[in-house]
Every structure is written in structure tokens, then in C-alpha cells.
């Protein structure tokens, strides 16, 4: 349990703001949804008073206490597993996650995930909403991914990702020829029916996915995507959209079409790349702290490679073939 005492007084500049407003601009490390929530709970004294109405009008003067006790995330266990640790500071963390690897708990995966291994290796985390994650990548997507190890870089990171300043980009192998990059911008929710999954819905949340060619094969293209939001599987939900989905893919119809003639070496790299063919290859952020630009690159995993490694092949072998 950790206790956090703030205090501060309301700004003559601030005359007629709403208290959560006030709050936010005054405590800039904490969210205005997180201050909400201390208002409504009566943890915020106004001139010694409880004001538990986030909506109240301030004045300026005011005197602001705040004493919150946040509980440690006592739901899951911490759990000695290896993190791949690309940067770590005593603010933030990027790893590079493997294929296969859960970031956090949910119905199914109660365990083995990054969020377990997160609060073994650093117990003070646990004071951080979500054990720190900030974002997430699906069980079988490898790559970088930033972790905060404290609230005010949580709330920071957050709030950059929710204004778009924190810039993600993909590799990935989708199904088909395509013959130019573009843009998918298509409001992605819930499936109406299959509850695990996400579609493109018109009344969903905006979601903005920009790709480009970098390689052709024979009914694969190698693709370099970057995302402007970040909704849940939404590369892989935006590519089937446009009729590309990723190699691999077998929620979203990526299953492998083998091109006519294909070698058995080919044949047997397809049978055995059992994910999407998707990759988090550079993440590049302001840190939350300091303001520093920082960039990150991660290598393709090994099965990546050589999935690459074999559709090059395939495409030499036939490429006299081709007529594009």
C-alpha cells in the first residue's frame, strides 16, 4: 500500500473551473479520470472540507489536500519469468517481447504472462495501474513495448498515446499482391457476434493504420505499417478489411495460400509459422520525465526471418514467371 499526499492552493487565474479541471492543471502527474475518482470518493479537502463533487466551481485561494492510499494489483502473482529488457531507466522499461508470450491476465491466462514476470522483477510496480503497461501487443505479435514504473510516467505515457505522440511502427506479411501503400481509416468495436474479435464498425472508436510496400513475393507482400491510434487487434482487423489479412492470421482469414508451385521447403515454413506474420519493429516516444526523444529498433525474431528468407526463394525461383 502506498500513501500519496498532495497538496496545493486553487489560482486566482483558475476563477470559475470546474474542481477536477482545477485538479489537473495543478497536479499534471495524475489524470483528470484518476482525480475524478478522489473527488467522488471524498479523499479531496477543499479548505479542510470534503468536496466531493467534481464539478464544483472554484474560486481561486483555495487550500487543496489530498491523501490517497493506492493498493498494490494483489490480484496476480508474481511470476519469475525472463523479460528481454531493451532500455530501462528508473522510469520506464522497453522490452522485446517473444511470440507466445500473454501480456496480461485475462479469462484463459491467469498466469506466464508479462504482467506476472513485471511484478517479480520489480515489486514496487504493483502500485502502478496495470503492473505499468501502457499498451499492449497480441499473444503471438512480437516486438517493443513500453512498461512505466511509476504513476507519473504512466499518466504521462497515457496521455501521449491518447494525443497520438508516441509513434509505433509494424512489419508484417500479408496475404495477396499489393501494388501500393495507403491508409485504413475505418472505426474499428466489438464484433457483434463473435466476442473476441473486433471489426470495423460505424459507430466504433476511430482508428488511423498506415502502410506501405517494402517487398513483393508471390501472393505475399512484406509491409511496413504504422499506427496512429491503437486499438485492439486493429492492423490485423484493418488489413482484412481491405481484403490483405496478415499471413498467419487464422482469426481474421490470414490461413496461408501457398502460391502454384510452390517448393515443399516453402510448403513446410508456411506449415510451421503458426502465428500472424506481424513484428513492433520501432517505437520512438518523448520520455515522460525528462522530455528526451527516444527511439528504439527491434531485429525480426528468427521465424520471421525465415519466413522472409523462403517467400524470397520462392519468388527467385519463379520470378521469370512473373508478370509484375
Same mark, same amino acid.
Given at each position: 500500500?502506498?500513501?500519496?499526499t498532495?497538496s &496545493?492552493?486553487?489560482?486566482? $487565474?483558475?476563477?470559475?473551473?470546474?474542481?477536477d479541471q482545477?485538479?489537473?492543471?495543478l497536479?499534471?502527474?495524475? $489524470?483528470? $479520470?484518476r482525480?475524478?475518482t478522489?473527488i467522488?470518493?471524498?479523499?479531496?479537502?477543499?479548505?479542510?472540507?470534503?468536496v466531493?463533487?467534481?464539478?464544483?466551481k472554484?474560486?481561486?485561494?483555495? +487550500? #487543496?489536500?489530498i491523501?490517497?492510499?493506492?493498493?498494490?494489483?494483489?490480484?496476480?502473482?508474481?511470476?519469475?519469468?525472463?523479460?528481454? #529488457?531493451?532500455?530501462?531507466?528508473?522510469?520506464?522499461?522497453?522490452i522485446?517481447?517473444?511470440?507466445?508470450?500473454v501480456?496480461h491476465?485475462?479469462?484463459?491466462?491467469?498466469?506466464?504472462?508479462?504482467? =506476472?514476470?513485471?511484478?517479480?522483477?520489480y515489486?514496487?510496480?504493483?502500485?502502478?495501474?496495470?503492473?505499468?503497461?501502457?499498451?499492449?501487443?497480441?499473444?503471438d505479435t512480437?516486438?517493443?513495448?513500453?512498461i512505466?514504473k511509476?504513476i507519473?510516467?504512466?499518466?504521462?505515457?497515457v496521455?501521449?498515446? +491518447?494525443?497520438?505522440?508516441?509513434t509505433?511502427e509494424?512489419?508484417?506479411?500479408?496475404?495477396? #499482391?499489393m501494388?501500393?501503400?495507403? *491508409?485504413?481509416?475505418q472505426? *474499428?468495436?466489438?464484433?457483434?457476434?463473435?466476442?473476441?474479435?473486433?471489426?470495423?464498425?460505424? *459507430?466504433?472508436?476511430? &482508428?488511423?493504420?498506415?502502410?506501405? #510496400? *517494402?517487398?513483393?513475393?508471390?501472393?505475399?507482400?512484406? /509491409?511496413? /505499417?504504422r499506427?496512429?491510434?491503437?486499438?485492439?487487434?486493429?492492423?490485423?482487423?484493418?488489413?482484412?478489411h481491405i481484403a490483405h489479412?496478415?499471413?498467419?492470421d487464422?482469426?481474421?482469414g490470414?490461413?496461408?495460400?501457398?502460391?502454384? =508451385?510452390a517448393?515443399e521447403e516453402?510448403?513446410?515454413?508456411l506449415?510451421d509459422?503458426?502465428?500472424?506474420?506481424?513484428?513492433? !519493429?520501432m517505437l520512438?516516444?518523448a520520455?515522460p !520525465?525528462?522530455?528526451?526523444?527516444?527511439?528504439?529498433?527491434?531485429?525480426?525474431p528468427?521465424?520471421?526471418?525465415?519466413l522472409?528468407?523462403?517467400?524470397?526463394?520462392?519468388? +527467385?525461383?519463379?520470378?521469370?514467371?512473373?508478370d509484375?
Amino acid at each position: 500500500m502506498a500513501q500519496i499526499t498532495l497538496s &496545493a492552493d486553487i489560482q486566482l $487565474s483558475q476563477l470559475g473551473q470546474r474542481l477536477d479541471q482545477a485538479l489537473a492543471e495543478l497536479f499534471p502527474d495524475y $489524470s483528470r $479520470s484518476r482525480l475524478k475518482t478522489w473527488i467522488e470518493q471524498g479523499l479531496v479537502l477543499v479548505n479542510g472540507d470534503v468536496v466531493n463533487v467534481p464539478r464544483a466551481k472554484v474560486y481561486g485561494g483555495e +487550500q #487543496i489536500d489530498i491523501t490517497v492510499e493506492i493498493e498494490d494489483d494483489t490480484r496476480f502473482e508474481p511470476e519469475n519469468l525472463p523479460l528481454n #529488457i531493451v532500455y530501462e531507466d528508473d522510469d520506464i522499461l522497453v522490452i522485446n517481447k517473444p511470440k507466445d508470450f500473454v501480456v496480461h491476465p485475462g479469462a484463459g491466462n491467469t498466469s506466464g504472462t508479462v504482467l =506476472n514476470a513485471l511484478l517479480y522483477h520489480y515489486p514496487t510496480i504493483a502500485e502502478v495501474p496495470r503492473a505499468g503497461i501502457v499498451h499492449r501487443l497480441d499473444k503471438d505479435t512480437t516486438g517493443l513495448m513500453v512498461i512505466a514504473k511509476t504513476i507519473p510516467a504512466q499518466t504521462k505515457l497515457v496521455r501521449d498515446l +491518447q494525443k497520438r505522440k508516441i509513434t509505433r511502427e509494424y512489419e508484417a506479411i500479408a496475404c495477396g #499482391i499489393m501494388t501500393k501503400g495507403g *491508409m485504413v481509416d475505418q472505426p *474499428m468495436a466489438r464484433h457483434p457476434t463473435k466476442r473476441t474479435h473486433m471489426a470495423v464498425h460505424p *459507430m466504433g472508436k476511430p &482508428a488511423v493504420t498506415h502502410y506501405r #510496400i *517494402m517487398e513483393r513475393f508471390r501472393n505475399y507482400t512484406r /509491409l511496413r /505499417l504504422r499506427l496512429e491510434t491503437g486499438r485492439t487487434h486493429q492492423i490485423r482487423v484493418h488489413m482484412a478489411h481491405i481484403a490483405h489479412p496478415l499471413l498467419g492470421d487464422q482469426t481474421y482469414g490470414g490461413r496461408p495460400r501457398p502460391p502454384k =508451385n510452390a517448393s515443399e521447403e516453402l510448403m513446410q515454413t508456411l506449415r510451421d509459422f503458426k502465428r500472424q506474420a506481424l513484428h513492433a !519493429i520501432m517505437l520512438r516516444l518523448a520520455h515522460p !520525465i525528462t522530455g528526451e526523444l527516444m527511439e528504439w529498433h527491434s531485429p525480426l525474431p528468427d521465424d520471421f526471418v525465415e519466413l522472409v528468407d523462403a517467400l524470397k526463394a520462392d519468388y +527467385q525461383l519463379h520470378q521469370d514467371d512473373l508478370d509484375y
